[in-house]
């Protein structure tokens, strides 16, 4: 190898790319390494274990260990990039949080496998592969936190799981950054995100915990008593994921109304892939203290919070957020 290749720091997680039953993920970071023996042609590859967990279990603390871990390696002139491997599941959930708090333009990567090592057809090696691909080239500087599987990187704000197959992971609204050449591992990209995110974003990791933020979702029959529950459980937000354009039925808002004046945030995100969530529109926001989640899923959107409730609780100032991540 190349004494001047560039270093990769891998940081393990578990999930299916790790599984060699249906229960648990096994397989260690380093065995998903040296199962792959191209890549030690193309970088200078070390390995750390995060965690060893299905990605359902992926819990705060594991956010926030691997953020402060990945922070920690980037601040130095050693790595040059990392490469998360995670399960599928939440792994939008957690290449969205990197997004907004990782404090470095050297590239993150996170990959997954959508089926375990033992299935036909296996997709992990190959998903390793161009992870390590993008986090090596100096091309994926700068664009926030990237999610690379069946050889397309996607922004960590855009992407979300879709279905179980090879090309589940999509950005319905805005696409693709680039792909990968599966024949060679080089890399294409063909646009940029534009939000606020790593360097540019005006969230950090400033705490030792996160505030609690829930989701609610909306369907025929809802009743308001979920929202009392929220609020008299100690959560200091909620995520509503209503129909269409985020709506809320008529016998929900009072309930939200005094969520919001009893001094717990409340952001209205779609449970539809509706675009834009507009504000003001069907929904007075303005005059019930809400917040709009733009474009972010529910979940995503739920992430945004969490982390805006450790700088404000003033709504105002958390509809900047939205606006600008």
């Not at 926030?64 to 995670?86: K, P």
């Not at 992990?124 to 069946?150: E, F, H």
Request: glycine share 6%; proline share 5%.
């Amino acid at each position: 190898m190349d004494s001047k290749a560039e270093k990769i720091l891998v940081l393990a997680t578990g999930g299916s790319i790790a599984q060699t039953s249906p229960k648990d993920p096994t397989l260690l970071g380093d065995t998903l390494v040296d199962a792959v023996p191209q890549l030690r042609n193309i970088a200078d590859i070390s390995v750390e274990q995060i965690a060893q967990v299905s990605s359902p279990d992926i819990s705060v603390e594991h956010w926030l260990r691997l953020a402060r871990r990945i922070n920690e390696v980037l601040a130095g002139n050693d790595v040059q990039g990392v490469v998360v491997t995670h399960g599928t599941d939440t792994l939008e959930e957690t290449a969205y949080f990197l997004n907004l708090v990782v404090s470095s333009d050297k590239p993150v990567v996170v990959v997954g496998a959508m089926r375990r090592p033992y299935s036909l057809g296996a997709d992990g090696s190959a998903n390793l592969y161009n992870g390590v691909a993008v986090a090596r080239d100096p091309n994926s500087r700068g664009k926030g936190v990237l999610v690379t599987l069946n050889a397309e990187i996607h922004a960590a704000r855009d992407v979300t799981k879709t279905t179980f197959n090879l090309d589940a992971f999509k950005a319905p609204d805005f696409g693709p950054l680039g792909y990968v050449n599966a024949k060679n591992g080089t890399t294409h990209f063909y646009r940029s995100p534009t939000r606020k995110h790593t360097t540019t974003s005006e969230l950090s990791l400033d705490c030792e915990t996160l505030p609690r933020v829930a989701i609610l979702y909306s369907y025929v029959g809802v009743t308001p008593d979920l929202f009392e529950a929220v609020a008299a459980a100690g959560y200091k937000g909620v995520v509503w994921a209503g129909t269409g354009n985020a709506n809320l039925p008529k016998v929900i808002r009072p309930a939200a109304s005094e969520a919001v004046k009893s001094g717990m945030a409340v952001v209205r995100a779609s449970r539809v892939n509706c675009r834009i969530v507009s504000r003001n529109d069907e929904i007075d926001d303005d005059a019930f203290g809400f917040v709009t989640a733009d474009s972010l899923s529910p979940q995503k959107a739920r992430i945004l919070l969490m982390l805006a409730l450790t700088k404000t609780a003033d709504p105002a100032r958390i509809q900047e957020f939205f606006d600008a991540h």
